[in-house]
Each structure stands twice: as structure tokens, then as C-alpha cells.
């Protein structure tokens, strides 16, 4: 159970790194590509969002022990995390509808908000991480 932050941060930095390869791929017209890391990407937000759920219904919620102007930046990016967090999941789930049914001019509007906004959520994930685990 005390591996789980760990892991949840090496999930959160591989569906970044995965998002980003996506988005060098599609620019490269390498559409195979691009499917294999966004559907990646997926995949690891979803173990990661399952071992996120198990850890905190087991734990509950880690408070940051800094202080000061430390403590408004961690808030600061924990409540834009989280905020954007809670949209990723319909965002990518009609992103990859509209990708799987043939809507690939929908998709690509879409895609321009979804992977940002996945991106960053991925990326702050980690950095909370950082705060909480490493800084504390």
C-alpha cells in the first residue's frame, strides 16, 4: 500500500510521455502510431485511477506538511489538478469515440482540448506527488 504514491506517479509520468509521442506521431501523419500511444495512455490513466481510488479508500487523504508561500503553490496546482481531472475522462472517452466511429474531423476539434488538458493533469499529478512525498 505505501508503494502505491510511487506507482501512481510513474503511471501519471508514462501517460504524459505517452500523450506527448502521441501528439509528435499524429503531426508525422504516423496515425498507427499515434493510436498505439494514446491507447497507452489510456490504459495507464485507468490503472492509474483504479491504484489512485484503492490507495485513498485505504489511507484517506495526505495532507502537505509545507507552509508558507510553498503551501499556495502546492493548493494552487492541486486545485487546477483536480478540477481538470475530473473532466479528462469524458473529454478522452468522446475524443476516442469520435476517433473510433470514422469522426476524425470531430475527433481533431475535440483533441484539441482534450490532450492539454490530459497532459497537464498528468503532469501536475506528478507534481503532487513531488510536494507530497518528497518535499514533506
Do not use: E, K
Not at 502505491?4 to 501519471?12: G, M, R, T
Not at 497507452?40 to 502537505?64: E, I, K, M, N, P
Not at 493548493?75 to 481531472?85: D, E, R, T
Request: proline share 2%.
Amino acid at each position: 500500500l505505501t508503494s502505491l504514491p510511487h506507482l501512481n506517479a510513474a503511471l501519471n509520468a508514462t501517460s504524459a510521455l505517452a500523450l506527448a509521442l502521441g501528439y509528435v506521431f499524429i503531426r508525422r501523419r504516423r496515425v498507427a502510431a499515434h493510436l498505439t500511444c494514446m491507447l497507452t495512455a489510456l490504459c495507464v490513466s485507468a490503472l492509474f485511477l483504479t491504484s489512485y481510488l484503492v490507495y485513498h479508500l485505504q489511507v484517506g487523504s495526505v495532507r502537505f506538511q509545507g507552509d508558507g508561500w510553498l503551501r499556495v503553490l502546492y493548493l494552487g496546482i492541486l486545485i487546477s489538478h483536480i478540477a481538470l481531472a475530473v473532466t479528462v475522462l469524458p473529454l478522452a472517452a468522446i475524443t476516442l469515440y469520435r476517433a473510433g466511429t470514422g469522426q476524425f474531423h470531430r475527433h481533431r476539434a475535440l483533441a484539441h482540448w482534450t490532450l492539454p488538458v490530459w497532459f497537464y493533469v498528468s503532469i501536475t499529478g506528478v507534481a503532487v506527488y513531488l510536494m507530497l512525498y518528497r518535499l514533506g
